[in-house]
Structures are given as C-alpha cells and as structure tokens.
C-alpha cells in the first residue's frame, strides 16, 4: 500500500516562507513524476508545480521565481520551499505523484498511476 503524507503547512504573514515536503510511503521502487497542486476554497485545483525523476520542474507562472521544488530520491519525498508569501497563495496544497512502482513481492510490481496526498493547509494573513 502506497500513500502520501504531507506536512508543512501552517500560517505566515504576506513576505514569508514555508517548506511543503510530502513523503510517498510504502515498498517503493520508483516515482516517475512528483508534484504539487493547491486548492483554494471556490476555486479548482491548480498545478504548482511538478518535477520528474530526470530533474525537469514544470512550475505555474504565479510562483516562478517565488516557489521551489525539489525531491529527494533517497527518501521518495518532495518537497515546496515557498518564499514571498502573497496573500493569494492561501490555499489547500495537495502532493501528486505520476507512475509510482510498488514492490509488491520480489516478482510482482504494481504500478500507480496517480495518487494524492490529504492536503495540507497554507494560509496567508496580514
């Protein structure tokens, strides 16, 4: 079983920063495409941004040069540092990941298309 578990979020004046990480847990051998997304209330999901196992990032112009993402393999973890809060990004961010492999015995894989995370609370207050 393979789930994703984000943490991070919280509150931050307009100007400050957070780091998002969401960890992908089970017997994992490989995740294709890992990312985020953020909800705000009244509003659809949007991409943040995402990064593929060969380093290339896909980030939404609203974030460019704010938001950073990055993974670490080792730990099959993502991560969001977040700079320049603006009241704007108040939002619900939730962890995606594409084409995750799962070791289910030492023959048999299963493969996850696309998996979410429960979301983590961002809010940005003046």
């Known amino acids: 079983q393979v789930r994703l578990v984000e943490s991070g979020g919280g509150l931050v004046q307009p100007g400050g920063s957070l780091r998002l990480s969401c960890v992908a847990q089970g017997a994992i051998l490989s995740i294709k495409t890992m990312g985020w997304y953020r909800q705000a209330p009244g509003k659809q999901r949007e991409l943040v941004a995402t990064?593929?196992?060969?380093?290339?990032?896909n980030d939404a112009a609203p974030v460019k040069g704010r938001f950073t993402i990055s993974r670490d393999d080792t730990k099959n973890t993502v991560y969001l540092q977040m700079n320049n809060l603006e009241p704007e990004d108040a939002a619900t961010y939730y962890c995606?990941?594409?084409?995750?492999?799962?070791?289910?015995?030492?023959?048999?894989?299963?493969?996850?298309?696309?998996?979410w995370g429960q979301g983590t609370l961002v809010t940005v207050f003046s």
């Open positions: 995606n990941t594409e084409e995750i492999t799962e070791m289910i015995t030492e023959r048999k894989r299963q493969r996850h298309l696309e998996l």
């Open positions: 990064m593929r196992s060969d380093g290339s990032t």
